[in-house]
């Protein structure tokens, strides 16, 4: 199992909410990633960063933000929370070596996230 | 630009039967290669990865996978499917040259339905 964790699994919002998604990995990992995906279908990448005060924006475009002040943490946060936000939120972690490292990505188990 | 293509949105085969997920990519110079199996309401969990050497790779749950540089072809196989193995499948890819800066790129995903 890999040392990466999501909170909360589960969230049930109502709209204009402020709410943050937690991920923290163990490992040790520079890179991080967010990725957006409805029940069954493709990963969108939202965000991503190569380390600690580096932040990225992704493929799909995302209203939400994210920091990464500490290595293993890199929280997503959606200032106000719309249904279209209705998902699943997915955080990964790699890290890459010159040496013999390849990216291998690490996933947690997902927060599910609902706005009515 | 890279990018990956898995050209079948669901793959059915029985039980005990050989199975093939197939995946194509395009990248700028030698490839890295990964797959990744994402069961219900879970994140996704690595396969197994090419980077060089050996063009058959084999990885967890009795998977291997068949790297063809001149197809550029990386496709999933098993040679005999069981009912748990019915899941979401992933083929990613990144330059294989260094540097960190690299993201993978993920396809849309494969369904695999086992059939008793």
């Known amino acids: 199992e890999a040392d990466i964790y999501q909170t909360p699994r589960y969230l049930v919002i109502g709209t204009g909410k402020k709410i943050t998604l937690e991920c923290s990995q163990t490992?040790?990992?520079?890179?991080m990633y967010w990725y957006q995906q409805d029940p069954g279908m493709e990963l969108h990448l939202i965000h991503y960063?190569?380390?600690?005060?580096?932040?990225e924006k992704g493929d799909l475009s995302s209203e939400s933000t994210v920091s990464r002040i500490r290595t293993e943490h890199f929280p997503l946060t959606l200032e106000s929370a719309r249904p279209s936000h209705t998902s699943q939120y997915l955080c990964?972690?790699?890290?890459?070596?010159?040496?013999?490292?390849?990216?291998?990505?690490?996933f947690g188990p997902g927060t599910r996230l609902t706005v009515l | 630009a890279q990018s990956v293509a898995q050209p079948e949105d669901q793959v059915n085969v029985a039980e005990g039967n050989p199975l093939t997920v197939k995946c194509t990519y395009s990248?700028?110079?030698?490839?890295?290669l990964f797959w990744y199996v994402q069961y219900p309401n879970r994140g996704l969990q690595f396969l197994l990865k090419?980077?060089?050497?050996?063009?058959l790779v084999k990885g967890s749950y009795g998977f291997e996978a068949e790297f063809n540089k001149s197809q550029t072809s990386f496709h999933l196989k098993k040679p005999s499917a069981l009912v748990s193995d019915s899941a979401l499948y992933f083929c990613?890819?990144?330059?294989?040259?260094?540097?960190?800066?690299?993201?993978?790129?993920f396809g849309r995903g494969t369904s695999l339905i086992v059939h008793p």
């Open positions: 990248v700028s110079g030698n490839p890295y």
């Open positions: 990613a890819v990144r330059p294989l040259r260094s540097g960190g800066s690299y993201i993978p790129t």
């Open positions: 990964a972690s790699s890290e890459y070596s010159p040496f013999g490292g390849s990216d291998t990505q690490y």
């Open positions: 090419y980077i060089t050497g050996d063009n």
């Open positions: 960063s190569y380390g600690v005060n580096s932040t």
């Open positions: 490992m040790g990992h520079d890179k």
